[in-house]
């Protein structure tokens, strides 16, 4: 009914245990792009005010 669909990392069949993933390997590099992007998110200009003693 349903196709299975490849990892969507490397593209390769992936494993039952890691799905949608084929390998902790495939999973874990999905996190980390995902916490890159995170991270990457340009933020307000910010910690002025938290390094500044007052006013
Ligand atoms: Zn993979």
Redesign the pocket.
């Known amino acids: 009914m349903s196709k299975s669909r490849p ?6 069949p ?1 494993s039952e245990e890691f799905t949608p ?3 902790s ?2 999973r874990d590099r999905d996190l980390a792009q995902w916490f890159n992007e995170g991270y990457a998110v340009p933020g307000p200009p910010a910690s002025e005010s938290d390094l500044a003693p007052e006013e």
Not at 7 to 12: A, F, N, V, Y
Request: hydrophobic fraction near 15%; proline fraction near 8%; charge should be positive.
């Open positions: 990892c969507p990392i490397c593209r390769k992936r993933f084929c390998s390997r495939c």
